[in-house]
DNA sequence: AGATTGATCCAT
DNA sequence: TGGATCAATCTG
């Protein structure tokens, strides 16, 4: 079952703790030239092809009072997103390499998301890196194997096109690790959130 | 520990 | 318009 956005639409950490063990879905179209996140050497794929991957990790971005958040400086067009409809991606690019795949939650106006820092690929994965797959830990390589990058950003993920999470496995609270979120150590105070939510692997 | 890499944001 | 700053990752 696809993911709605009345799932979206609500307290950022009960999201991002509920997104645990949920499946992320990425469905590529067929293509017939070298373009939009195709691999090298993946010309002419005929058919969809569709990457599954369990939620493992995930941070929450909260308010404008979060000082780890970039909706923390107000209203910017890259922020935009963060402030507007539940259920759509947002995506940006981190040190000139990488990006981030964040899904933004709670009321229109309330600026908040959630960061999948983790998954675990079900499907097919494309790497030639065998440290890269199953389990995938960071952001970046999250989206780089789910190929995921900024023309994806400000696509509602309800839709059930393109890329959407399902709902997962059931997870036990006592399954679930909070620690502090990783690479915000210029946010004061907020550095100390533990807002950063894992599975903890068995 | 150091290099990489470019969008973003704020101070000139 | 410049320049510091990054929700990171890879080497060594």
């Known amino acids: 079952m696809i993911l709605k956005q009345k799932f979206y639409q609500r307290d950022t ?3 991002a703790k509920e997104l645990l063990g ?3 879905v990425r469905k590529l179209s067929p293509v017939k030239s070298p373009q939009d996140g195709v691999a090298k ?3 002419n794929r005929v058919k969809p092809k569709i990457i599954k991957a369990v939620i493992t990790e995930t941070e929450a971005y909260k308010g404008k009072n979060d000082l780890a958040s970039h909706a923390s400086r107000g209203r910017t067009p890259r922020t935009e997103l ?4 539940a259920g759509r991606a947002y995506i940006y690019l981190i040190y000139g390499m990488y990006h981030c795949l964040n899904i933004v939650t709670e009321k229109k106006d309330y600026p908040a998301a959630v960061l999948i820092r983790g998954v675990e690929i079900i499907g097919s994965p494309t790497s030639k890196r065998k440290s890269d797959f199953p389990k995938l830990n960071g952001p970046g390589k999250v989206c780089r194997e789910m190929k995921v990058d900024k023309k994806l950003n400000g696509w509602d993920l309800t ?3 393109k890329i959407w999470i399902e709902r997962g496995i059931k997870i036990s609270p006592k ?3 909070k620690a502090k979120r990783i690479g915000v150590d210029y946010a004061k105070h907020c550095k100390d959130y533990l807002w950063r939510l894992s ?3 068995k």
């Open 13 to 15: 950490l009960k999201v």
């Open 22 to 24: 949920c499946i992320l």
């Open 41 to 43: 050497g993946e010309f």
């Open 82 to 85: 963060m402030f507007g409809e």
């Open 159 to 161: 839709k059930g096109e």
């Open 175 to 177: 399954d679930i690790k």
């Open 199 to 201: 599975l903890i692997s």
